[in-house]
T-cell receptor, first 117, second 113 residues
Framework: KAGVTQTPRYLIKTRGQQVTLSCSPI?????VSWYQQTPGQGLQFLFE???????NKGNFPGRFSGRQFSNSRSEMNVSTLELGDSALYLC????????????????FGEGSWLTVV | DQQVKQNSPSLSVQEGRISILNCDYT??????FLWYKKYPAEGPTFLIS?????DKNEDGRFTVFLNKSAKHLSLHIVPSQPGDSAVYFC????????????FGQGTTLQVKP
């Protein structure tokens, strides 16, 4: 069974630009969430989607947005990039079915490294 | 407000010995806890989890212990192997926010041959 797949793996953008990152969850997983990892702030939750609806949101500005498609794939977008947005962006998925432990175990992709210059 | 804390930034252990990684939490609404292993430039890899109805869960060389009264959990790795050298994160979620993980800062484990 393929894991969580993220594209692109690495990208460099200029301040003020926008970026879109893509994520394909594990087959059968209906929930997709996004996290940001930086050296200073660690791993922080951005948002979660399932059934194409945002279910949960972390403490990030409105420049960070996401969406989920009917096939459970997800994209996140960051507009008006700032230098501080340079980070590893991680997508994760969970099944939400199959019992309390199985449905709630969250699996991560390899991440997309974003550098803003 | 750091709701999940890993107070030891690093730990060094000899191969074959036990590694014990600790994690404390403050939010009593947390009821599901997970440990992840992470290498640089890669995503976290799920290791083991425990729900608040249990106090211990084992999977091979990995055992997680939960002490709810102390709001403390620990991950035991026995025996430790050089390949276990990585950053270990504990994470917690609350029953009403099961898709949202709160992570600790991580502990870097080095297992020396």
């Amino acid at each position: 069974k393929a894991g969580v797949t993220q594209t692109p793996r690495y990208l460099i953008k200029t301040r003020g630009q926008q970026v879109t990152l893509s994520c394909s969850p594990i087959s059968g997983h209906r929930s997709v969430s996004w996290y940001q990892q930086t050296p200073g702030q660690g791993l922080q939750f951005l948002f979660e989607y399932f059934s194409e609806t945002q279910r949960n949101k972390g403490n990030f500005p409105g420049r960070f947005s996401g969406r989920q498609f009917s096939n459970s794939r997800s994209e996140m977008n960051v507009s008006t990039l700032e230098l501080g947005d340079s980070a590893l962006y991680l997508c994760a998925s969970r099944s939400i079915t199959g019992g309390r432990l199985t449905g709630n175990t969250i699996y991560f992709g390899e991440g997309s490294w974003l550098t803003v210059v | 407000d750091q709701q999940v804390k890993q107070n030891s930034p690093s730990l060094s252990v000899q191969e074959g010995r036990i590694s014990i990684l600790n994690c404390d939490y403050t939010n009593s609404m947390f009821d599901y806890f997970l440990w992840y292993k992470k290498y640089p430039a890669e995503g976290p890899t799920f290791l083991i989890s425990i729900s608040s109805i249990k106090d211990k869960n084992e999977d091979g060389r990995f055992t997680v212990f939960l002490n709810k009264s102390a709001k403390h959990l620990s991950l035991h790795i026995v025996p430790s192997q050089p390949g276990d050298s990585a950053v270990y994160f504990c994470a917690a979620s609350a029953i009403r926010n099961t898709g949202k993980l709160i992570f600790g800062q991580g502990t870097t484990l080095q297992v020396k041959p």
